[in-house]
């Protein structure tokens, strides 16, 4: 089973940038397309993005869209979030998932589609 582990949390201004990265365990995360959620304090977890085996084809949240770009290099085995114009409303713990397809009935934003996630990394924005 895949272990995640997020790294590139942390404090920024707005309007500044970060990225996030997510290191897989195992040398098959090629076959695992891969998503990024957050959840704020008091908030319900928000599906950010989301991005296929081939890396190919991603989706993004309506809130991030435009500013956030997902990204993978499966020689690493790892996939990226790169968010730029950042907000306080960007404030929230960000967890990455792996989707093995075992649930090829979910759609990609909802959280229950995915098998593993990490444990998170922070992210303060500040105003």
């Known amino acids: 089973q895949v272990q995640l582990v997020e790294s590139g949390g942390g404090l920024v201004q707005a309007g500044g940038s970060l990225r996030l990265s997510c290191a897989a365990s195992e040398r098959t995360f090629s076959r695992y397309a891969m998503g990024w959620f957050r959840q704020a304090p008091g908030k319900e977890r928000e599906f950010v993005a989301h991005?296929?085996?081939?890396?190919?084809?991603?989706y993004y949240g309506d809130s991030v869209k435009g500013r956030f770009t997902i990204s993978r290099d499966d020689p690493k085995n790892t996939v990226y979030l790169q968010m730029n114009s950042l907000k306080p409303d960007d404030t929230a713990v960000y967890y990455c998932a792996a989707d093995s397809g075992r649930n090829p009935g979910r759609v990609v934003t909802d959280g229950y589609k995915y098998d593993m996630w990490g444990r998170g990394t922070h992210v303060t924005v500040s105003s």
């Open positions: 991005i296929s085996r081939t890396g190919i084809n991603t």
